[in-house]
């Protein structure tokens, strides 16, 4: 079957850095979304990785090795509204995403 | 650009009624608009998928006759939850695709529905 992991919570300190971790098996690979969600909101786009590497994208950065199946989402210089849940989604070979649960982050000053 | 609008943004409704959301994708053309509802503290869970002039494929598990999606153009979608309980309360969120390498899906704001 297919599946997403990701942990289900983490914390961090204002101005500090977190790294997010994905994990991935799927039928095909079409890509790699990051998106951030906040509570009550739709979530939105942070990034997408199709290639092995590193994109970065001012204080967020995200990583792919698809040999592995695994990718990161790194925030740099928390601020107290990186308070969201983060989406790791992979498309698949249908150009399907495939969700993974989510991971609250939550900053403490 | 890649803006998606919904409407209502929330909707309160007794038991047994039916509820249409809709979903306009306002500035690109949506070849593919996805309908997900998503429970408090869980991940986004697919509904159904719709193609622009087609019939809408429904995720398992995901009752087609009560969730009656209708895509009449490439900028809008309909989601109807006929004969609502209290068990369809949630938030119900559609995304839209132009299609391309990337394909990345642009969500719109959400409709949270409370059936009463």
């Known amino acids: 079957g297919q599946n997403i992991d990701q942990p289900t919570e983490m914390t961090a300190t204002e101005g500090a850095i977190v790294q997010i971790n994905c994990t991935y098996q799927?039928?095909?690979?079409?890509?790699l979304f990051w998106y951030q969600q906040h509570a009550g909101e739709a979530p939105t786009f942070l990034s997408y990785?199709?290639l092995d590497g590193l994109e970065e994208k001012g204080r967020f950065s995200s990583f792919l090795s698809r040999s592995k199946g695994y990718s990161y989402l790194l925030l740099k210089e928390l601020q107290m509204k990186d308070s969201a849940s983060y989406l790791c989604?992979?498309?698949?070979?249908?150009?399907?995403?495939?969700w993974g649960a989510g991971t609250k982050l939550i900053i403490k000053p | 650009g890649a803006v998606v609008s919904q409407h209502p943004s929330w909707v309160i409704c007794k038991s047994g009624t039916s509820v249409k959301i809709e979903c306009r994708s306002l500035?690109?053309?949506?070849?593919?608009m996805f309908w997900y509802r998503q429970f408090p503290k869980q991940s986004l869970m697919l509904m159904a998928t719709?193609?622009?002039?087609?019939?809408?494929?429904?995720e398992q598990g995901v009752e087609k006759d009560k969730f009656l999606i209708n895509h009449a153009s490439l900028t809008l979608s309909t989601l109807t939850v006929t004969s609502a309980h209290p068990e369809d309360s949630s938030f119900y969120i559609c995304?839209?695709?132009?299609?391309?390498?990337?394909?990345?899906?642009?969500f719109g704001p959400g409709t949270r529905l409370t059936v009463l």
């Open positions: 989604a992979v498309s698949d070979s249908n150009y399907q995403l495939i």
């Open positions: 500035d690109f053309q949506a070849t593919t």
């Open positions: 719709s193609n622009e002039g087609s019939k809408a494929t429904y």
């Open positions: 799927t039928s095909g690979f079409n890509g």
């Open positions: 990785n199709v």
């Open positions: 995304s839209a695709s132009s299609g391309g390498e990337v394909n990345e899906q642009f």
